[in-house]
């Protein structure tokens, strides 16, 4: 994890961007992370 301030969430696997609140403008949902987490 990388911390961040100004209201930022962005996950990352392997250094590869996979789901940023700031394009979507909603938290994601955590069984969305898992399915999104596993194909990478």
């Known amino acids: 994890m990388i911390p961040s301030s ?6 990352a696997v392997n250094g590869e961007k996979i ?4 394009e979507t403008g909603e938290f994601p949902e955590t069984e969305e992370m898992i399915d ?3 194909t990478k």
């Open 19 to 22: 789901y940023s609140k700031q």
């Open 36 to 38: 999104i987490i596993k």
């Open 6 to 11: 100004g209201g930022v969430f962005e996950v």
